[in-house]
């Protein structure tokens, strides 16, 4: 309990007390505080338990570098967010936050016997020890370590936010509004340029918000800014992520900062692309690696001076400072002159500047040069450290409530990194700069390396007289990896940074490293003996900092996931209790269940319906594609196995579409309506695939054919008229086309009108029985399916949808691509030889037909199956074997395609892809499914009127 | 997401407009019957699959619809240039 709240200072507002909680505790901040300063100034100095070994944890940072302090934010119902940083949560009346990571309370946690256990938790713990047996870990390895290590809870609830999103364009863009980047932005402000800044704080300044000397600058700079009209700019918004051709993506908080966010967006989405990118995402301090370097309490110095400057907040009574760099001497000075009590300033260095030394005695400020940290005592808050000489003696204790650490600077890289500049090192600061850009992007102040920050030693583990091997230093604070870990994993063998980042897992936590990469980087260097250049650098990914899953998805949720392509029918089909089934996107009724039906009963009637009287089917979902040109038919010729050049106006044809490897990709009826006109139909989930193939051959192997090509798939409503009323029924209601079987035969097409709507009637079939495709203009779907329903009602016409169109097609063995072809079956294994064209020279894909493995024996062939016990109806992808007695594993010959129960034959049928299948016929197969084993034997596809004659009528 | 010239609508657009169609300029034979066994295996299977420049075909599926051709460095996944079918080998 030693950090307080200043008397004066600080750009919180002293006028607007705000109260919150944390863990069920009230207590009261200012606006313009973050949930960290407003704590530290409570006295709180405990935020979190450690990811590993559950040891206490303060504040290290003050930004979103911060690894320790990982609270939940409680917004309600489904409103639960994990795992932010305490020093980004910006207080306001009624914040509900809690601690994470402990059990059954912060102060007493349970699992903290981690830290004593910690002997068993070496690098690489969980490649070592979960490794046998298998069956423990999802029983019990994985649920303990759950429990005990890990963030916070996920949210199990519904979010029920929303989430907006936008695109945006800019010549410039400028990631970070701190000093740099306010004056690379006000450079920009008098030109013509469109000019976005973003920044992730809640005010616009970054380090200048922690130096009262640059306020009145700041509040200049913003007024030239919010006044310049070519200048946008945007707080509380993270650039998380720099990808292609200066493409940014970015995330606007709106409304967590405030107490009632009403109905708005919590979030939105920015997609950036940018003429020009200037970063000025500045530096983060680094920690120092020593023994206790974990203790709340121990924090970064910059975090002091801006717990101190912006937020009126001292982080001690008493507090000590350990130093490589100048930086943090003008800290602990500026601590001083605002009225904290300084301890002593260590620094492990032999000597530093005169003048630091001179303000140092002018603050009567006790001075250690050459001396380290080499302990800290206090469990929840530092009460005393020890520091000795770099030779090891003059063992001492200072009495303390807080230490800084000051170990120098690593500019920000990150989003340079993403858009893959090159780095290079630095050793005057002791990290990696930007080199060469592979963007049109630009580094300013402080992440360019330009750090005006004084001098400073670059050094990995502080000296320490005590046994290395036996004391807990942090280099990763928020995966508890300590400096040990990583010797140990050089011991052991690694020698890559990639391989010992991920061994230790140090730089690996939902910081990506911040403040861990470089101590690490410095520390596998010394243990390598290698120039830290030759060991490698890790990558950084987006994003940047977490981001919530929401404003990624945005609108992208529930019934907006993606589309859903309905028909003109559908409303009709929903009208009548359908039930509906996804294909390919399009929503389509499977069935039309009467009351008190199961799809069984349902799909029995609708089949009857079908062969003993007319039944009427919504085949609008059918692709259909517009083919003209004088070389219309030479094209399609060349696109299908079977010949088109001799099909006469007026007739339809089935067209099997093979890819150029000989496997069967598409099928349909089309039909020639003039020398240079087709219209072609595609199955319901190949229309976009069949037009991108065509297009693709059309476009680049045959530009001389004059060729267009339409895809007219949503342009058509096609209701399907099938079964022997079929032609009754239609005949009053067409007008021009004579419907009788001599002038309008199976496989044939009529232009004319039904019911006064211009129509394609198709004289076709999926069933085996008497049918018409009718199809008109898309808008008078629903008015003519209306119409045909009440002029069929004297032939009982049945709706039925596409459980039963599968089962009425399978009883005439008619394949569906996709389901009984799997990108692996050709016309003959499908016993569709008769739709290649013997005589033609080429097609696409003839050539694969001649293929060594496609013609070898024992392919797998297209058969019927018919189970010997009639009532048994197959699992689809059920698999086959010849020797059901043979020993596990089973040589699989096969597998079942189509399974249905026929009404119509009172027995099961299927089909089914058997190696060999066509010369088997007749012979027995075993299906061995769950409790019991089936036969079957093989027969032909068709099993229901073989000769065709319901057709020729 | 990358942005990609389009030879035909002369604009660069974004990435998603586009969809990738594989490796360029490998004509399909006038009269693939002529080809024996391992010469088709070629034309049908085998790809460069390079390090580093790559002649590949793209699609403005939605834009204008039209197939090109593109040369892209497959390590930097910087676009060299793009130009139109038929033109030859860049
Ligand atoms: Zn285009």
Redesign the interface.
Known sequence: MSGFRLPTGGRVDRSRPVRFSFDGVSYTGFAGDTLASALLANGVMLFGRSFKYHRPRGLLAAGSEEPNALVSVDRGPGRFTPNLRATNVEVHEGLKAVSQNRWPSLKTDFGAINDRLGMFFPAGFYNKTFMWPRSFWDKLYEPAIRKIAGLGDAPTEDDPDQYAATHAHCDLLIIGAGPAGIDAALEAAGTNRRVTVIDEQDEAGGSALADPSLWQWLERSMKALNDAPNVTILTRTTAFGY???N?IGAVQRLTDHLPDDGDAPREKLWRI?AGEVILAQGAIERPLVFAGNDTPGVMLSSAAKTFANRYGVAVGKSVALMATHDSGWHDVFALAKAGVGIAAIIDVRDTVDADLLKQAADLRITVKLSHSVIGVSGRYGVKTIEIAHNDGTGIRSIACDALLMAGGWTPSVHLWSHS?GTLKWCDDIGAYVPDQP?ENVRCVGACAGACNFGQGAVIDVLPTPMDQSRIKAFVDFQNDVTAKDIKLAVREGFRSIEHIKRYTTNGMATDQGKTSNLNGLQIASTALAKPITDIGLTTFRPPYTPQTFGALAGHAKGALFQATRTTNIDSWAEEHSAVFELVAQWRRARYFPKAGEDMHAAVNRECVAVRSSVGIFDASTLGKIEVVGPDAAEFLNRMYTNPWKALEPGRCRYGLLLK??GFITDDGVSARLAPDRFHLTTTTGGAARVL?MM???L???W?DLNVWLTSTTEQYAVIALQGPNARKLLEPLVEGIDLSAEAFPHMAIREGAICGIPTRLFRVSFTGELGFEINVPTAYGRALWERIMAEGDRYDITPYGTETMHVLRAEKGFIIVGQDTDGTVTPYDASLDWAVGKKK??FVG???LA??DIVAAGRKQLVGLLTDDPNVVLEEGAQIVADPNQPIPMKMIGHVTSSYWSATLGRSIAMALVAGGQDKMGETLHIPMPGKTHTAKISGMVFYDPQGARLNV | ???IHCPYCDEKRA?IEF?Y?GEAHI??PV???T?G?EE??RY?FIRANPKGRHHE?W?H?HGC???FNAVRDTV??KFETTYK??EPRK
């Open positions: 990808y292609h051709d493409f692309r893959k592979n150029e490897d991108n297009e693709d051959y476009q680049t192997e530009p020279l080429d003839k050539r694969s293929r060594p | 997401m990358i942005l990435e969809a169609a004509s399909r009269d693939p019957s080809y066994d088709w295996e049908l075909r699609r599926i619809g039209r197939f930097t996944d079918a038929g």
